[in-house]
């Protein structure tokens, strides 16, 4: 496990010291996903990679830099390990009694302006804005959409938390559970295999609405795997249908 999340406002303060804890995964259990795109169709049109990024991240700290961070029509997509983001409203197995590294705050705030419950949320971790990589630039933000990748599995979630600048791949407790991943913030995870793809321009709101996700990924990712350029500026909003761009 590499070095734990960080919000926006710690990152320009310090990073954590390096942590390396074995990466455990669940055993074989059968492929699901939500939804209709299955994990062959997302991974194919991810298969190479048109660079976007200015650098190379590390999948932990103290490992080389040799993660890219690609693009190809209005989404951008990384392959890295997983490690497990417990940070955030405290639960019952994300706490500080669960998690040595736990921080009760996560870079983005649910609607009634709490933070995130990694516990029961899905969501992924970008790094932190750097010469390395800027999601922004993307039109990513907190609520942006993404389809995560393990084994025959996919699991659609939010843009939820921000990492250390230099480092690439970790997503909330809920992420992994769904993947058939081992979530324990100490023991958890796993050490390669996690594709992550991040549509540009698409919001969810309120963050914290999952089935909004679920659908507006689902419709995304049904173009995205069909080689269709997505039209900028996607939204789902709860109670809607999916509101295009106008």
């Known amino acids: 496990m590499r070095v734990r999340s960080l919000t926006l406002a710690a990152v320009g303060a310090a990073l954590l010291a390096p ?4 990466a455990l995964a669940h055993p074989q259990r059968p492929a699901q996903h939500e939804g209709g795109v299955t994990a062959a169709e997302l991974l194919a049109r991810a298969r190479g990679c048109v660079r976007v990024s200015e650098g190379l991240y590390s999948s932990d700290a103290g490992k080389p830099a040799v993660i890219p961070v690609c693009g190809v029509d209005g989404a951008v997509y990384w392959k890295a390990d997983m490690d497990i983001d417990c940070d955030g409203r405290p639960s019952p197995r994300c706490n500080r009694e669960t998690d040595p590294w736990f921080q009760p705050a996560t870079s983005f705030l649910q609607s009634d302006g709490r933070y995130l419950r990694s516990e029961s949320l899905p969501f992924v971790v ?81 963050i914290e609405d999952h089935g909004a996700a679920v659908e507006l990924g689902e419709a995304l990712a049904r173009k995205w795997v069909e080689g269709a350029g997505l039209r900028r500026g996607a939204a789902m909003r709860a109670g809607d249908a999916l509101i295009p761009p106008p």
């Open 126 to 206: 970008v790094p932190a804005p750097s010469r390395v990589w800027d999601f922004r630039v993307h039109g990513i933000k907190g609520g942006s959409v993404a389809a995560v990748v393990h084994g025959d599995r996919v699991q659609y979630a939010v843009v939820g938390d921000t990492g250390p600048q230099n480092i690439i791949g970790e997503a909330s407790y809920a992420t992994a559970k769904r993947l058939g991943i081992r979530p324990d913030p100490r023991t958890g995870g796993t050490a390669s295999g996690v594709t992550y793809i991040v549509f540009e321009d698409s919001e969810v709101t309120p």
């Open 19 to 22: 942590v390396a804890l074995p």
